[in-house]
């Protein structure tokens, strides 16, 4: 037990201002925008999931997949809740977990190279080929894997070299091996650079040749369960391919020659993907997002402090004392280590035919060359002999990869605040809705699909511990997809949420459309629809309002879920005018627009001045109907066919008086020049 003490006591000591160093980096690279951000994608399934069906409804998502790994979010999932906040924090700690072990595995394998560690710990956590970190749900619990597995390979470093608890150590790697081989794949083959780690710490007590038999007793456990996980995964697993085929097999079946050449093509781009153009990435993009902003102004003053204060780190950065007692080597092994791990990173990705990209949704499948291409990365610039020229490289490298983080963090954030924004809109414009019932749009941001979008409309309307799925949310393309083109009415259709299925029916939509810089609207067969994608698919025909409810059924932890939604503004009035004319309540209307004026809010999107229109023309309150229709008038410089539709209705209107419908109104329509006025005397 002393033994273990004195290794925490050694790594404490030794670690104390690099981790500081490395904590302080990556907060500045992954946790200032935090409190701004959301959940996103399958984040909100997760949520979902664990909210209606508990632990056993995780247990069924993650039975296609990855069985193991979905015990870890039952083990989170009742702890940390719904608040995006919690989540955010979880991710930013697992992502610093990882860095911070990438800095202890250098430091034990190689002690005489600490600022090699303090550089790779510092690149790990600003990797600037991986942009998916607000996915925080998802990818705090890929670090935490990413995190159990690099501290299984320090693990096994300390057993090589402990003298009294070395099957102690080796037991806890072992187990930590076994949980990142079942929970996923993604850090699979990686899994053979523990053989290159135990090859060389064994040899540095005594060279290779008289060792081997030694190497291969401490591989051996190892290799073991390699080779039983294995075993399980291609025989007895049945769901291994579920979501991706082995696409790599049958290539090679039927032309082997070619789909080597290809692999290697691939293996090679996949590594210049992952280093080259990932931290070249930072610099083309701050030169093509240059704006002379606030933001970017303030993130150019970040970038420029924070290279400033490492470059200072970097030169004061003295080496540990131990490093005077030990002959400095040179940098070719770990050069070497990092070379071979790099090649080692990418083989589930190639067996699936998936590609390494550094942006966008691909970039997390650069996530298992992170480890050995941060500690490439520091060898190759501490190799420099020059050290101004090195310190100043790395310091730009991890600069603007904190600068590019920060673009990417603000473009999550823009997307939030749209999302709760269509989610402050829709909650307001429809309090309430029929069971059964499929939310029809135009498509959004890729952040959210029409699964991670039904996922949730029924966290936001659905009972908890509900036993089906009540709502779905679809776009027009992939409702034709399941129905027929063009759209019809009566069309059975389903939702596969994995854990359940929604099954839906084209007669019981309701189509919504948020057109840019305007308010949510719920169509209806006299709709204005603005939006091509609508257009195409007629789907305002396909739009049952009456399956809106005006009783208030919304989530009460709503607020929970979206941090504070949009206070009372515009689009609020005008969705609870749309609400108060679907029941024809006037009095409210005539309420909200006393309450617009007052408060002097206006529409960027003039036709919003409708629903006040026709219920001000319901009620007979012809000045102010002719207020606003004069503001649509003037602000569009024409006349509209629909506002010549909504005039001509109320002359129609059967309760109306002779004296009205010959005086007031027949003037008025040819005033808007709607009519000839031997049209209307004729009735």
Known sequence: MRNIKQSFIEFQQLAVSDVLIITFFTILAHGLTIYWLGFYTDDWTFLWTYQHYG??????????????????????????????????????????????????????????????????????????????????????????????????????????????????YTIVSLILSAINLLAMEYFYTLEAIRLLLIVYVVAQGGGLSGNLSRIGKKYLPYFILLILVSVWRAFFFDVQTYNYDLALVPSLK????????????????????????????????????????????????????????????????VDHPDELKIKIKSNKDLILFGIIGLILAGWPFYLTDLPVIPYGFKSRFTLPFILSGSIFLAAIIETIPIKVLKVTLASLLISSSIGYHLLTQNDFRYVTIENNRLISQLVTRIPGLTP?????????????????????????YEPEKYPEVNYGWVFPRELALKTTTPLEKAKAFDINLVTKIFYGNSSNIVSIQQPGGGCLRVLGKSSEVEVPELINYKVKWLSNPALILQDNAVNSKIDDLYGTLELENWCSLYQQAELALQYQDYASISYLFNKAENNRLQ???????????????????????????????????RTETRLCRLWESFYNQNDLTTAVRDGILTEELIKLGCIQPHKWMAK
Do not use: C
């Not at 036709?607 to 003037?634: H, K, M």
């Open 254 to 317: 039927t032309n082997l020659f070619g789909t080597l050449y290809e692999l290697l093509k691939t293996l090679v781009t996949s590594i210049y993907n992952s280093t080259v153009l990932a931290w070249g990435q930072p610099f083309l993009s701050l030169i093509n997002n240059w704006r002379l902003t606030p933001f970017y102004l303030l993130m150019l003053g970040q970038m420029i402090g924070v290279l400033i204060l490492l470059g200072i780190v970097l030169v004061v950065n």
């Open 55 to 168: 632990a056993d409804g995780l247990t069924q998502y993650f039975s296609t997949n990855r069985p193991f790994w979905g015990l870890f979010y039952q083990i989170t999932m009742p702890i940390l809740g719904i608040k995006p906040l919690v989540w955010h924090f979880f991710a930013l700690f697992w992502g610093l977990a990882a860095s911070l072990g990438t800095y202890w595995l250098v430091v034990k394998v190689w002690p005489s190279k600490t600022r090699i560690g303090l550089l790779a710990g510092l690149f790990f956590s600003v990797y600037p080929g991986f942009v998916l970190q607000p996915i925080a749900i998802t990818f705090g619990h890929i670090y935490w894997v990413y995190t159990i597995f690099i501290v299984s390979l320090v693990l096994t470093v300390i057993a090589l070299t402990s003298t009294r608890y070395e099957l102690l």
């Open 603 to 637: 529409p960027k999107d003039l036709s919003e001045w409708y629903p006040f229109i026709e219920a001000f023309g319901q009620a007979e309150n012809w000045p102010i109907a002719l207020t606003v229709t004069d503001r649509i008038i003037t602000g569009r410089n």
């Open 436 to 460: 059964g019932t499929t939310i029809l749009s135009d498509e959004g941001s890729e952040y959210f699909t029409f699964t991670t979008l039904t996922a949730q409309l029924n966290l936001i």
